[in-house]
């Protein structure tokens, strides 16, 4: 099972929330609170969930569809940038990886899908994506 990004960053505000109530951490120190608020972990899970449903739904895909499919969790994520302006460095990198492994994980060979496009593994959302 693959562990999407909001499911960690879910898990360190939970966590650091507890150790708050514990007296063990000052809300200043708590980074994961003011990283990733809850609306923006909600609206990320929403954006994934569809792609993973989508990604799901294909059957033997042409290139087109599948980079249909990332094209929509692109634009879902940018709407949820838009919204929450909380998508840096770390969280696209590990967005990125998260749509390149729900590909693989479905049985889609992401080196040869983005070599017959002419771009970069690492390129797979670039087109789309504002984040």
């Known amino acids: 099972m693959i562990t999407r990004p909001s499911q960690k960053w879910g898990r360190d505000v939970r966590k650091q929330k507890a150790a708050i109530a514990a007296g063990t951490l000052t809300e200043d120190a708590a980074y994961a609170l003011h990283l990733w608020p809850e609306p923006f972990i909600t609206a990320v899970d929403a954006a994934l969930d569809a792609y993973e449903t ?38 696209r990198e590990d967005l990125c990886e998260y749509v390149d492994v729900v590909l693989t994980n479905a049985g889609l060979d992401v080196e040869a899908l983005t070599s017959r496009c002419g771009i970069g593994r690492h390129e797979l959302t670039d087109e789309w994506r504002d984040w």
Not at 56 to 66: C, F, H, N, Q, T
């Open 54 to 91: 989508d990604v799901r739904s294909l059957s033997a895909p042409s290139d087109e569809e599948v980079f249909a499919a990332v094209e929509r969790v692109v634009t879902a994520l940018n709407a949820v940038n838009d919204e929450h302006g909380r998508i840096e460095t770390g969280e």
